[in-house]
Nanobody, 122 residues
């Protein structure tokens, strides 16, 4: 069974950086597309970024493109989200997810972590 554990969240000021990590336990990590999603208070969960199994297909939400970078280390079964130039509107619980298809559609992801809180103060 696949388990995902996020880490790296915290409280930072606007303009700062954070790097989130998501540790994958289970088999065949490199066959999964890994996605990051976020949910702000009172809002629906939304797509942030995904990276395909070998890293050849990457996509970002328009709201984070140019500021966030997704990467993965298949030797460590870990996916990362480097977040730069953080804004207060980036405040949310960030979730990683694993699925079989490179897509921004939440419903296509099979496994989810518990989330890590990111709070950006102005």
């Amino acid at each position: 069974q696949v388990q995902l554990v996020e880490s790296g969240g915290g409280l930072v000021q606007a303009g700062a950086s954070l790097r989130l990590s998501c540790a994958f336990s289970g088999r065949a990590f490199s066959t999964y597309t890994m996605g990051w999603f976020r949910q702000a208070p009172g809002k629906e969960r939304e797509f942030v970024s995904f990276i395909s199994g070998r890293g050849g297909n990457i996509n970002y939400a328009d709201s984070v493109r140019g500021r966030f970078t997704i990467s993965r280390d298949n030797s460590k079964n870990t996916v990362y989200l480097q977040m730069n130039s953080l804004k207060p509107e980036d405040t949310a619980v960030y979730y990683c997810a694993a699925g079989g298809i490179a897509t921004s559609t939440m419903g296509r992801y099979d496994y989810w972590g518990q989330g890590t809180q990111v709070t950006v103060s102005s």
